[in-house]
């Protein structure tokens, strides 16, 4: 035996991140602070190429993202790239900036998938939540059109203290739509989303009726719905495995080419991302510094580095780390072997008048 590292696996799934410009302003938002202006969008060939290294490495899914994707008007030529490169596409979408017309032209260019996010089940809240007048209704119409196109259908509904409480009526308008899984994802402070953390974080109790009904709802739509479920980590006593693992599953490419382990990395201010624009994409996932910070289980201090679900978890999120403890290496204080996971629970204690008002997002371009 010599020993040697073993060799690091293609990640499965890329998301490109194609535009941060967006119609809507959700105040839970992921993108970073500082949004990507259009003149500095990787161009409709540098994107092509980067779906071809993405195949070449391995990657079996993208996830065209943003932002709102359709607000690149190249989009059509993008899934016709992404397709070729024989990568799995899926639309990730507020659903406006489409019509029939063009959704009919991506499906015929080969789009697999819509993912299309509700932000609510009544239209004077759902478009208060999300910042557009007019777009619950849109997004009815065009849930419509992928199932007359007979495209496969997600629906994404980030919950939040001001729409949790609608969480049943959000997995019957799921099923109505004709959608076969639904992500049910509760608020997560990343990005734009951390100013807006006092009008967004969902009660312990919220969060308690909500994991009941997911968990009632999975047993009576066996069959229908999948239902998706990310709970509120800040009630947890364990982390996620964030992104499966820093550098182990996935990776983003961000609208100016920044290649990143996950979409808030931002945050870690000691790392260095680097762009397709000036290295491969296989080199990047393989051998940048940034990628290797943090993968496989060597980088962790206690209390992950000798726990038994250090191979589980990873450890948790990075960017929460660096968020909660200032530190990209530390146990992610959801867990409650942190100590820090006191600090965590601390920013939970939220008045019950608290202000409900947000700080909407804008990068409109
Ligand atoms: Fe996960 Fe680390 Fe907590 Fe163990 S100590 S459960 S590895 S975050
Ligand atoms: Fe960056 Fe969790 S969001 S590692």
Same mark, same amino acid.
């Given at each position: 035996?010599t020993?040697?590292?073993?060799?690091?696996?293609?990640?499965?799934?890329?998301?490109?991140?194609l535009?941060?410009?967006?119609?809507?302003?959700?105040p839970?938002?992921?993108?970073? #602070?500082e949004l990507?202006? !259009? =003149? $500095?969008? +990787?161009? %409709?060939?540098?994107w092509?190429?980067i779906?071809?290294?993405?195949?070449a490495?391995g990657?079996?899914?993208v996830h065209?993202?943003?932002g709102?994707?359709a607000?690149?008007?190249d989009l059509?030529? #993008?899934?016709?790239?992404? !397709? =070729? $490169?024989? +990568?799995? %596409?899926?639309?990730i979408?507020?659903?406006?900036g489409?019509?029939?017309?063009r959704?009919?032209?991506?499906?015929?260019?080969?789009?697999?998938h819509?993912q299309?996010?509700?932000q609510?089940?009544?239209?004077?809240?759902?478009?208060r939540f999300?910042?557009?007048?007019g777009?619950h209704?849109?997004?009815?119409?065009?849930?419509?059109?992928v199932a007359e196109?007979?495209?496969p259908?997600?629906?994404?509904a980030?919950?939040?203290?001001q729409n949790?409480?609608?969480?049943e009526?959000?997995?019957?308008?799921a099923?109505?739509l004709?959608a076969?899984r639904l992500?049910v994802?509760t608020?997560q402070?990343?990005g734009?989303?951390a100013?807006n953390?006092t009008?967004?974080l969902?009660t312990?109790a919220?969060?308690?009726?909500a994991?009941?009904?997911?968990e009632a709802?999975?047993e009576?739509?066996?069959?229908t719905?999948?239902?998706?479920?990310?709970?509120?980590?800040?009630y947890?006593r364990?982390?996620?495995?964030?992104m499966g693992?820093w550098?182990?599953v996935?990776?983003?490419?961000?609208?100016?080419g920044?290649v990143?382990?996950?979409?808030a990395?931002?945050?870690i201010?000691?790392?260095?991302f680097?762009?397709?624009?000036?290295a491969?994409?296989a080199?990047i996932w393989?051998?940048?510094?940034?990628?290797n910070?943090?993968?496989?289980i060597?980088w962790?201090?206690?209390?992950?580095?000798?726990?038994?679900?250090?191979?589980l978890?990873?450890g948790?999120c990075?960017?929460?780390?660096m968020?909660i403890?200032g530190d990209?290496?530390?146990t992610?204080?959801a867990?409650?072997?942190?100590p820090?996971?006191a600090?965590l629970?601390?920013?939970t204690?939220?008045a019950?008048?608290?202000?409900?008002?947000?700080v909407?997002?804008?990068?409109?371009?």
């Amino acid at each position: 035996m010599t020993g040697a590292p073993s060799p690091i696996a293609p990640p499965m799934a890329m998301l490109a991140e194609l535009t941060h410009r967006c119609p809507l302003s959700c105040p839970y938002c992921s993108n970073p #602070l500082e949004l990507t202006k !259009r =003149d $500095a969008e +990787l161009s %409709t060939e540098e994107w092509c190429d980067i779906f071809r290294q993405a195949g070449a490495l391995g990657v079996l899914h993208v996830h065209l993202s943003g932002g709102e994707p359709a607000s690149r008007r190249d989009l059509e030529t #993008l899934v016709t790239a992404a !397709r =070729d $490169a024989g +990568l799995y %596409t899926n639309l990730i979408t507020s659903g406006i900036g489409l019509t029939a017309a063009r959704l009919k032209k991506l499906a015929d260019r080969g789009l697999d998938h819509v993912q299309l996010s509700i932000q609510g089940t009544e239209q004077e809240s759902a478009d208060r939540f999300g910042g557009y007048k007019g777009g619950h209704t849109r997004k009815l119409e065009v849930a419509q059109w992928v199932a007359e196109l007979g495209l496969p259908l997600t629906i994404n509904a980030v919950m939040h203290r001001q729409n949790i409480d609608r969480l049943e009526h959000t997995i019957d308008t799921a099923v109505a739509l004709g959608a076969r899984r639904l992500e049910v994802a509760t608020v997560q402070f990343q990005g734009w989303a951390a100013k807006n953390r006092t009008a967004l974080l969902p009660t312990r109790a919220q969060v308690e009726a909500a994991t009941r009904t997911v968990e009632a709802a999975r047993e009576r739509l066996a069959g229908t719905l999948v239902i998706d479920y990310v709970p509120a980590d800040y009630y947890a006593r364990f982390p996620k495995p964030c992104m499966g693992g820093w550098g182990k599953v996935g990776l983003v490419v961000t609208p100016s080419g920044e290649v990143k382990p996950c979409h808030a990395a931002d945050i870690i201010k000691t790392l260095d991302f680097q762009s397709v624009r000036d290295a491969a994409l296989a080199d990047i996932w393989r051998e940048s510094p940034a990628f290797n910070a943090f993968r496989g289980i060597d980088w962790m201090q206690e209390p992950c580095r000798t726990c038994d679900r250090r191979e589980l978890d990873f450890g948790g999120c990075r960017c929460q780390a660096m968020a909660i403890a200032g530190d990209a290496a530390a146990t992610d204080p959801a867990c409650e072997k942190s100590p820090l996971h006191a600090r965590l629970q601390d920013l939970t204690q939220i008045a019950e008048d608290a202000p409900t008002d947000f700080v909407y997002r804008t990068l409109n371009g």
